[in-house]
């Protein structure tokens, strides 16, 4: 009998680490708990008539389900005759029981649990426990128990949070005798009748609930979403860098103008006006992009406030292409660049689209030495020729 007891604890062990692998949503540290009450009547099972020497009792029990199939439930039993016996002078109260017992939901072990419990289940339960006798005479009234049992339970209401079940059950008394040990002749056989109500959850129900996981199709897809994000991150990243090296450049520039001693000059003999229609600012683009980013949108603007500012002007918008890759290409893309920056002046600045025109100008690197601000957009004011 040890070994059927060791045996049955493995298994609760190994089912409760198996089980908490299924799908099912987190519980709370308060979550799955109930109580109960019940009524039992018991005998002795070996020397003694069974339905002549029937002992009543009352009973009440708190436990938990660990899993759909393992749990725990504490119980204790108020003993009020003790026909068969012969050894308690209590007039009333004859002893009291309380046990520590594992359960095993036998239905949902080898049926599985299928989101919410069935309306007829198969519950195996077993466990130590503490039995008091209340008689003056007996200088032993106190015992280590043990206790078997089988719950055929009915589960209903809206929830099915309430549970009728009928108990049919062992009960050994393993230190009567002076010997820890399983012996007929110091059991009880013990049938309960009893009610267990299941207190809500966090979830929402008064159960466990299967967890809805998302399906790979879905995964696959997030995934993807994710990497085209981390993309266009890494995109960004790269014009940052050509912004940065751009400023470099014109940090640099500034520098060395500014170390230009200025040219006197004694004697003019003669004063040429140059008109210089080519607009200072330029609008660049990414590589193999045509569109216009946020960060060159000052440039636009800049264009737009001398436009506004010179309402007879008329610009001349031409796109350029950095000289890698094929010569069409290059061509439509510097084309491309050219009209991107037109609609932007039409759309957002309300520029007239009369004092608007484009040319692509292909590939080129003249005109700036790094290669990457050759993908620009230049202006030029063609009032001014």
Same mark, same amino acid.
């Given at each position: 009998?040890?070994?059927?007891?060791?045996?049955?604890?493995?298994?609760?062990?190994?089912?409760?680490?198996?089980?908490?692998?299924?799908?099912? /949503?987190?519980?709370?540290?308060?979550?799955?708990?109930?109580?109960?009450?019940?009524?039992?009547?018991?005998?002795?099972?070996?020397?003694?008539?069974?339905?002549?020497?029937?002992?009543?009792?009352?009973?009440?029990?708190?436990? +938990?389900?660990?899993?759909?199939?393992?749990?725990?439930?504490?119980?204790?039993?108020?003993?009020?005759?003790?026909?068969?016996?012969?050894?308690?002078?209590?007039?009333?109260?004859?002893?009291?029981?309380?046990?520590?017992?594992?359960?095993?939901?036998?239905?949902?072990?080898?049926?599985?649990?299928?989101?919410?419990?069935?309306?007829?289940?198969?519950?195996?339960?077993?466990?130590?426990?503490?039995?008091?006798?209340?008689?003056?005479?007996?200088?032993?009234?106190?015992?280590?128990?043990?206790?078997?049992?089988?719950?055929?339970?009915?589960?209903?209401?809206?929830?099915?949070?309430?549970?009728?079940?009928?108990?049919?059950?062992?009960?050994?008394?393993?230190?009567?005798?002076?010997?820890?040990?399983? =012996?007929?002749?110091?059991?009880?056989?013990?049938?309960?009748?009893?009610?267990?109500?299941?207190?809500?959850?966090?979830?929402?129900?008064?159960?466990?609930?299967?967890?809805?996981?998302?399906?790979?199709?879905?995964?696959?897809?997030?995934?993807?979403?994710?990497?085209?994000?981390?993309?266009?991150?890494?995109?960004?990243?790269? +014009?940052?860098?050509?912004?940065?090296?751009?400023?470099?450049?014109?940090?640099?520039?500034?520098?060395?103008? +500014?170390?230009?001693?200025?040219?006197?000059?004694?004697?003019?003999?003669?004063?040429? =006006?140059?008109?210089?229609?080519?607009?200072?600012?330029?609008?660049?683009?990414?590589?193999?992009?045509?569109?216009?980013?946020?960060?060159?949108?000052?440039?636009?603007?800049?264009?737009?406030?001398?436009?506004?500012?010179?309402? /007879?002007?008329?610009?001349?918008?031409?796109?350029?292409?950095?000289?890698?890759?094929?010569? /069409?290409? =290059?061509?439509?893309?510097?084309?491309?660049?050219?009209?991107?920056?037109?609609?932007?002046?039409?759309?957002?600045?309300?520029?007239?689209?009369?004092?608007?025109?484009?040319?692509?100008?292909?590939?080129?690197?003249?005109?700036?030495?790094?290669?990457?601000?050759?993908?620009?957009?230049?202006?030029?004011?063609?009032?001014?020729?």
């Amino acid at each position: 009998m040890k070994k059927i007891v060791l045996m049955l604890t493995v298994t609760l062990m190994s089912l409760q680490s198996a089980y908490s692998q299924q799908a099912l /949503e987190d519980s709370k540290n308060t979550d799955n708990w109930y109580i109960g009450v019940n009524g039992a009547v018991s005998s002795k099972i070996t020397h003694n008539s069974v339905f002549k020497n029937l002992n009543p009792s009352l009973g009440l029990r708190v436990g +938990r389900y660990w899993t759909p199939v393992v749990g725990w439930v504490v119980t204790g039993d108020l003993y009020l005759r003790e026909r068969g016996y012969e050894f308690s002078d209590a007039k009333r109260l004859k002893g009291v029981n309380i046990d520590f017992l594992g359960t095993l939901n036998l239905s949902n072990w080898f049926g599985g649990y299928l989101g919410q419990p069935r309306t007829f289940e198969v519950s195996a339960l077993g466990g130590l426990g503490w039995e008091c006798i209340f008689d003056s005479k007996l200088d032993h009234k106190q015992d280590l128990v043990s206790k078997f049992g089988l719950d055929f339970a009915y589960n209903f209401g809206e929830s099915l949070e309430w549970q009728i079940y009928v108990e049919p059950a062992i009960n050994y008394n393993l230190t009567s005798n002076s010997r820890c040990n399983y =012996n007929l002749n110091t059991a009880a056989f013990q049938v309960s009748v009893g009610l267990n109500y299941k207190f809500g959850n966090s979830n929402g129900t008064h159960n466990f609930k299967i967890a809805n996981l998302r399906d790979q199709t879905e995964i696959d897809d997030l995934n993807t979403f994710v990497n085209e994000l981390k993309g266009e991150l890494v995109a960004k990243d790269k +014009r940052i860098a050509q912004g940065i090296r751009m400023i470099g450049t014109l940090e640099d520039s500034l520098e060395a103008a +500014r170390n230009v001693k200025p040219t006197v000059v004694n004697k003019v003999t003669k004063v040429v =006006n140059v008109k210089n229609n080519v607009l200072q600012p330029t609008v660049i683009f990414g590589q193999g992009k045509s569109s216009v980013d946020a960060a060159q949108m000052a440039s636009v603007a800049m264009i737009a406030k001398y436009m506004k500012n010179h309402p /007879e002007s008329k610009i001349l918008i031409k796109g350029y292409a950095s000289p890698e890759g094929n010569p /069409e290409l =290059n061509q439509k893309l510097s084309e491309a660049r050219a009209e991107s920056v037109r609609k932007a002046l039409v759309s957002r600045y309300g520029i007239a689209a009369s004092r608007l025109t484009t040319q692509g100008m292909g590939a080129t690197d003249e005109l700036f030495d790094e290669i990457d601000f050759n993908r620009v957009a230049t202006f030029t004011d063609i009032t001014k020729e």
